[in-house]
């Protein structure tokens, strides 16, 4: 049995997991858009709301 402990720290690292990745690829807008639809379709609303906030307050990356 998994605990619900459990599965928001697993969500929480596949939420950073995926700024990581869209961090690393920004050099290029093609990889940036393919790895950030990847996220969108993996997470769930509030990971995906956490993803946002989390690149906006990175330097110039800019997302609607």
């Not at 459990?6 to 969500?11: D, E």
């Not at 990581?20 to 950030?36: A, G, P």
């Not at 993803?51 to 997302?63: C, H, P, V, Y």
Request: glycine share 0%.
């Amino acid at each position: 049995m998994v605990h619900l402990k459990t599965v928001r720290i697993m969500k929480t690292k596949m939420s950073d997991y995926c700024v990581l990745i869209l961090s690393k690829v920004r050099f290029d807008w093609r990889l940036f858009r393919k790895e950030y639809r990847k996220a969108l379709n993996l997470l769930t609303a509030d990971e995906i709301l956490y993803l946002k906030q989390k690149l906006r307050s990175q330097k110039n990356l800019a997302i609607n």
